[in-house]
C-alpha cells in the first residue's frame, strides 16, 4: 500500500497551531493569513459546537436572500468577510482590555463601616485604576491570542436582524393572505429578532467591563454584528430606495370630471 501523502502529520500541525491564531506578534510580523486562518480553530469541542450551531441559526435568512446568486456563496461571503473585519478591530480589542482591566480593580466603597470614605480619595482611587489599566492594556493584549468564528457568526447574526428589520419595514403594502401564509416565518424572524436584541446590551456592557476580565473578544463580536448589519442593508437597499414600503399620502387632492375626489 501506498503512504498516504500529508503536508502535516496531526502532531506536526499541533506544533504549528500558533502560526494560525491571531495576534498582534502576528498582525506585526506581516503574517495576514491569521485573520482567516484564526476562525477555524476552536478552544474545545464545547467551543466548536456554539459555534456551528450559531452558523445554522443565523444563515438561512443570507442563504434565503442570495439563493438565486447561489445561496452558500452568499452565506460564506458574509461569514469569511464579517470575521475579517471583526478580526482587524484591533483599536477595539485594546479599549475592551483597557475597560476590563480597570472594571476588574474593585472600586473604593462609599463607606467602612460607620466611616464615610472622603469623595475626592474615591477619585483618587479611581484614577489609580484608569491609568494602571493604560499601562497594563498593551501589555495584555500583546499576550493575548484571539481564535473561533464567533465574529463571523454575529456578522451573520447582524445580516439577519438588518434584513427581518428591513423586510418588517417594507412589507406595507402586503395582503392579509400573504401575511397569514407566511406566518411560520414571521414567527421564526421574531424570534431571531428578539434574541439578537437581547444579546446586544450584555455584550456591549461586557465590552465596557462591567463583568471584569472575561478571556472573550466582545469587540469582535460587534464588530462582526454591526458589519452584517451594513451588509444587510447594502444588499436590500433597493427595498429601502424604490419606496416597497407603506406609502404615505402627500396631501394632494384630485377631483375627476364626475366629481370624485381622490388623494395622492
Not at 21 to 29: D, F, G, I, P, Q
Not at 57 to 69: E, F, I, M, P, R
Not at 111 to 133: C, H, L, Q, Y
Not at 200 to 211: I, K, N, R, T
Request: net charge neutral.
Amino acid at each position: 500500500l501506498f503512504e498516504r501523502p500529508t503536508f502535516w502529520t496531526p502532531r506536526e500541525f499541533r506544533s504549528h497551531l500558533q502560526d494560525f491564531k491571531l495576534s498582534e506578534r502576528s498582525l506585526r510580523e506581516g503574517q495576514y493569513w491569521t485573520l482567516l486562518s484564526h476562525i477555524f480553530l476552536h478552544e474545545d469541542r464545547t467551543h466548536l459546537f456554539h459555534n456551528v450551531q450559531n452558523f445554522l441559526l443565523y444563515s438561512w435568512q443570507v442563504y434565503n436572500d442570495t439563493k438565486g446568486a447561489s445561496g452558500c456563496l452568499g452565506v460564506y461571503g458574509v461569514f469569511l468577510s464579517t470575521a475579517v473585519l471583526s478580526a482587524l478591530n484591533r483599536e477595539g480589542r485594546s479599549r475592551q482590555t483597557q475597560k476590563q482591566l480597570e472594571g476588574s480593580m474593585p472600586r473604593m466603597p462609599e463607606s467602612i463601616g460607620p466611616v464615610s470614605m472622603p469623595e475626592f480619595a474615591r477619585n483618587a482611587w479611581d484614577s489609580v485604576r484608569e491609568k494602571t489599566a493604560i499601562h497594563a492594556a498593551p501589555i495584555v493584549v500583546e499576550r493575548t491570542e484571539f481564535y473561533g468564528a464567533s465574529g463571523g457568526v454575529c456578522g451573520l447574526m447582524g445580516y439577519t436582524t438588518g434584513s427581518i428589520l428591513i423586510s418588517l419595514a417594507s412589507r406595507g403594502g402586503a395582503d392579509r393572505a400573504a401575511r397569514s401564509q407566511s406566518g411560520i416565518q414571521d414567527g421564526l424572524k421574531l424570534l431571531s429578532l428578539v434574541n439578537a436584541i437581547s444579546w446586544l446590551l450584555p455584550e456591549w456592557q461586557a465590552a465596557e467591563g462591567s463583568e471584569g476580565m472575561t478571556g472573550i473578544d466582545h469587540v469582535g463580536h460587534l464588530t462582526g454584528f454591526f458589519a452584517g448589519l451594513v451588509v444587510a442593508i447594502f444588499v436590500h437597499w433597493d427595498k429601502l430606495d424604490d419606496g416597497s414600503g407603506p406609502r404615505r399620502s402627500s396631501g394632494r387632492r384630485f377631483i375627476s370630471a364626475n366629481g370624485h375626489i381622490s388623494y395622492d
